[in-house]
């Protein structure tokens, strides 16, 4: 697998477990999913043992009360069976974005792959996502094609979600809440995750320059708990929706977006002028409308006024936006990020 930049060939063990030496990273999210950890463990281990790469696994407890907590403590594993396994306890519930934001953070693999605890995300998916990075992607996304879900509750809300988050962010995929999917390591350094953005990683990193595509996996049924979510979460999704919608667009630019609305604010107050004229000479008379008014006698001056005001909020919010991007890009020069590969007639290999 290329993708892993150097991984063994199959059956092929590295004696030393330096985290420079790690190929896969598997975080796991963890919130109150006692019965179906030990499981998944197995089966994340079966899954990536036979291809023959240095793997670990992250399990980040996301303020478990059922014993998960507990439970994750006794799955830690020599690191001489070729997969790590660190455990992350969080203070308190913070929420899946946050727990998966501290699994990329620690995370030391060239690939990462996220999936959900609760065991309805396949690991014997993982080799085909990674595989799929092979073919010049940088992020595979899952396609939970045959959901194993309730068609009303879960699977209808979701594919409204899917439609208006493509339609609104331009990055087409049939399944943006699929957990399950394969990123490259250095994309994910600078991401900021909270409230629900885990499931809008991809609308982040495509503006970005990062190829994206899609892999349909496998979808089982939940055998034990129940979902940790409800209909209550589209709200939350349309919300942050929103904010993507604005970062996406806007983030380098924000005169851009308070540039149009100041404008939108000048037209408006030069229309409630207009009208405050129309209506003090009488002008009406030419359309067949006997009415007049002074200026006090309308609402006209008072909205000229707010829109006039707001044009000018509009503008500071667009000048004070611009310092503060231009205040990031002198911290952290952005020209780093936009590298993609770097070729050196000296060294073997791409160099990448």
């Known amino acids: 697998m290329s993708a892993l930049n150097g991984a063994p060939a199959a059956g092929e063990k590295r004696e030393a477990m330096d985290e420079a030496d790690i190929d896969l990273t598997i975080v796991v999210p963890v919130l109150n999913e006692v ?13 990536v043992s036979p291809i023959g790469i240095v793997a670990e696994i992250i399990y980040v407890d996301d303020g478990s009360t059922d014993g998960s907590r507990a439970l994750l403590d006794t799955l830690r594993h020599d690191a001489a ?25 620690l995370a030391a693999g ?28 940088d992020v595979v996304s899952g396609w939970r094609r045959q959901r194993q879900d309730k068609a009303v509750s879960r699977r209808f809300p979701s594919w409204a979600a899917n439609q208006l988050i493509s339609w609104l962010s ?3 995929l049939h399944d943006h809440g699929c957990t399950l999917k394969a990123y490259r390591s250095r994309l994910l350094r600078h991401l900021h995750l909270h409230g629900e953005m885990h499931r809008f990683i991809p609308v982040f990193l495509a503006p970005l320059g990062a ?38 667009r806007y983030a380098a630019r924000p005169m851009h977006f308070f540039g149009q609305a100041a404008v939108l604010f000048v037209l408006a107050a030069c229309f409630a002028v207009a009208a405050m004229v129309v209506f003090k000479y009488g002008w ?55 590298v ?11 160099g990448t």
């Open 35 to 47: 019965e179906s950890l030990r499981d998944l463990d197995a089966e994340l281990r079966q899954a």
């Open 81 to 105: 069976e070729g997969i790590r396994t660190r455990i992350v306890h969080l203070r308190r519930n913070y929420g899946q974005s946050m727990a998966l934001g501290v699994g990329f953070r």
């Open 110 to 137: 060239r690939v990462v792959v996220p999936l959900d605890a609760d065991g309805q995300n396949n690991p014997a998916d993982i080799p085909q996502l990674v595989e799929r990075l092979d073919q010049g992607y």
């Open 170 to 172: 331009g990055v087409d």
């Open 211 to 248: 190829r994206v595509t899609e892999l349909e996996v496998d979808h089982r049924a939940r055998k034990h708990g129940t979902s940790h979510y409800g209909t209550e979460r589209i709200f939350k999704v349309g919300l942050d929706l929103a904010t993507i919608r604005f970062v996406s």
């Open 284 to 338: 009406l008379r030419l359309i067949g409308i006997d009415y007049q008014a002074s200026f006090i006698q309308t609402p006209f001056p008072a909205l000229a006024a707010t829109f006039s005001i707001g044009a000018v909020m509009a503008l500071f919010f667009g000048i004070l936006g611009e310092m503060l991007v231009r205040m990031q890009h002198d911290l952290r020069d952005p020209s780093i990020d936009a």
């Open 340 to 350: 993609d590969r770097v070729l050196d007639s000296h060294a073997d290999g791409d």
